[in-house]
């Protein structure tokens, strides 16, 4: 474990486990959680050899609240500063959400050589932000409301998301994981409120979509179809049309946090991917 301080100050702080000449795999949280939402996934990889790292974004988990930067320009720049510092090379980026909005904004960007694959999972790309360009989007009250619930009381909305539609726990079906619940609320507590709350623009509102065009690198787009906070018809079916080395799988049935409920199914392909 360790920290990058990155241009502006700001402290990013990252876990690097596995071995130094592994190939290096990084992943990329989603709002408003921290790198240990990979616990799983960074054991998995682990265990088959890789580099295995991942870092807290600005303003959330471990790294500093700063006052500025929250959005995907400096997010972009900083896993640059991350990746310069690690001297990261043929890594493997995989990104949940909006942290897969984050892979797609920094591989568009990247010095060659530093990125060999991609992998985006329930993301938020090309644009989640309903307009006349994007019918299909969500409409802007969505993000307004997400917005109010967090000014209001931050600890109750962080207990609310989990239990309801982020991990499908209000589906009658579903199997609930207190666990999961609880650990999404300790992701989300340990962050700042202000980075939360200008972080609900960068996901909703940033557009994707020449980034994702700019991609040279072979990138894996997986999706739920039961994603309640990214629906996939608007994100993952749209993004791989755009990619000039794109792969969609989806999962019938599957939630936002399929990456938490469905680790067994997941990795196996995941792994199979990166392999292929």
């Not at 969505?142 to 989990?162: E, H, S, W």
């Not at 629906?231 to 938490?260: C, N, R």
Request: proline share 6%; charged share 25%; with cysteine.
């Amino acid at each position: 474990m360790g920290t990058v301080k990155v241009k502006d100050g700001t402290e990013i702080f990252y876990k690097d486990w596995g071995p130094k000449d592994g190939q290096p795999i990084v992943f990329h949280h989603g709002w408003p959680l921290s790198g240990d939402d990979w616990d799983n996934q960074m054991l998995f990889f682990l265990g088959e050899g890789f580099r295995v790292i991942a870092h807290d974004r600005r303003g959330h988990g471990r790294s500093s609240q700063s006052r500025t930067g929250h959005e995907m320009d400096t997010y972009a720049a900083d896993v640059a500063e991350v990746a310069e510092a690690l001297d990261l090379k043929n890594a493997v980026h995989i990104g949940h959400s909006t942290g897969g909005g984050e892979v797609v904004h920094y591989v568009a960007r990247s010095k060659p050589g530093r990125v060999a694959k991609a992998v985006i999972a329930g993301a938020i790309p090309p644009v989640m932000l309903k307009s006349e360009k994007n019918p299909g989007g969500l409409p802007i009250d969505v993000f307004d409301g997400l917005r109010k619930a967090l000014a209001a009381n931050r600890a109750q909305f962080y207990i609310d998301v989990p239990t309801g539609p982020f991990y499908g726990f209000n589906r009658p079906d579903a199997k609930i994981s207190q666990g999961l619940i609880d650990n999404w609320w300790r992701q989300g507590m340990m962050g700042a409120a202000n980075a939360h709350y200008e972080c609900i623009k960068a996901f909703s509102e940033t557009d994707f979509t020449e980034d994702l065009k700019k991609i040279e690198v072979p990138v894996y787009v997986i999706h739920g179809t039961d994603d309640q906070i990214v629906p996939y018809k608007d994100a993952a079916e749209l993004s791989v049309k755009l990619l000039k080395h794109g792969t969609l799988k989806l999962y019938d049935g599957y939630p936002h946090g399929m990456l938490s409920t469905h680790p067994e199914v997941l990795n196996p392909d995941i792994l199979a991917f990166i392999k292929a």
